[in-house]
């Protein structure tokens, strides 16, 4: 299987969104239109390859929230003030919890995070 790049890519988006979103507030994100943006494109990008992983990285990953990421990217998709709550709700809830199941599973199964020729 050839996960390790995908799995990189989703590391770096979710590194991305929670280094933007550091100290702030939810009231600071939803008055800020750049950060609201690039928090949005790093949430797609994250959404988006994990919908690409193939169903057996799925199958081996349970405890990974697809369905509320699969959710969340409906969601984001369509303007307005709901797009911007659960960018804010995937930001502080999704990310982390992705971040840190990756992690787990780097330890666990390595071989899915090495990168082969």
Do not use: C, N
């Not at 799995?7 to 994100?29: M, N, P």
């Amino acid at each position: 299987m050839f996960t390790a790049p995908l799995f990189k890519l989703i590391e770096e988006a979710g590194e991305g969104v929670l280094l933007l979103l550091e100290d702030l507030q939810e009231a600071e994100f939803l008055r800020s239109r750049l950060t609201r943006l690039e928090v949005l494109r790093q949430l797609h990008t994250m959404a988006d390859t994990l919908g690409a992983l193939p169903p057996e990285v799925r199958t081996a990953m349970p405890e990974l929230e697809w369905d509320g990421w699969r959710s969340a990217a409906a969601a984001m998709a369509a303007e307005g003030a709901q797009r911007d709550e659960t960018a804010w709700f995937a930001a502080r809830s999704l990310v982390p919890a992705t971040l840190s199941w990756l992690r787990v599973y780097r330890d666990a199964e390595p071989a899915m995070f090495e990168y082969r020729a």
